[in-house]
């Protein structure tokens, strides 16, 4: 039986159709699908019927969906459905929410914008922090220590150098006196 879904899949391949996954295919609900070439996870390719398949729904699932809002799939010029492999996971993951956790539908929508926002925040984050990074190592190469220099000028120099102490050449001994108010 192995060898027969090793065929079919073979010849899905082939002729360029998703291979069906087997029973605990496809890790962390994640759908692996072979075309022979690169595709990004967000290239609406899947046509309803095969998004359907590759989620373990029913077609009329995905589009009442559609209409919630749940699970939005790029359109074609003739308005048809075409869903993405991000879109089949998220389609998954309305179904593991609605069955296993026992989440209404309305409840599912807020958790999936709720988890968007949380990953453009990370986002965002992530951005922030590498500017705060670039700004932190420009800090450091500006960062100077002002001092007088030997004439008495104002000299820059950078951390933790010190201006070179000139030996006096002169070694007269100057001693002031206030003058004396009567």
């Not at 609406?44 to 939005?72: E, K, N």
């Not at 209404?104 to 949380?118: D, P, Q, S, T």
């Not at 002002?146 to 201006?163: E, K, L, M, Q």
């Amino acid at each position: 039986m192995a060898d027969d879904r090793a065929g079919d899949a073979s010849r899905s391949r082939r002729a360029g159709r998703p291979a069906r996954a087997g029973p605990g295919e496809g890790a962390a609900g994640r759908v692996q699908v072979e075309f022979g070439l690169r595709v990004d996870e967000d290239t609406p390719v899947f046509v309803i019927s095969v998004a359907a398949r590759l989620a373990g729904m029913h077609p009329q699932t995905l589009r009442q969906y559609d209409r919630l809002g749940l699970v939005s799939p790029g359109r074609t010029s003739g308005r048809g459905r075409r869903y993405s492999a991000r879109d089949v996971s998220m389609l998954r993951e309305v179904q593991r929410l609605s069955q296993e956790e026992g989440v209404n539908l309305a409840g599912v929508k807020r958790i999936m914008e709720l988890e968007l926002e949380v990953a453009a925040l990370r986002e965002r984050v992530a951005v922030l922090t590498e500017e705060l990074e670039e700004a932190r190592a420009q800090a450091r190469l500006a960062r100077r220590v002002f001092a007088a220099g030997p004439t008495g000028d104002i000299v820059a120099y950078p951390p933790g150098h010190r201006p070179e102490r000139l030996v006096p050449t002169s070694t007269a001994l100057v001693v002031w006196r206030p003058p004396v108010r009567r």
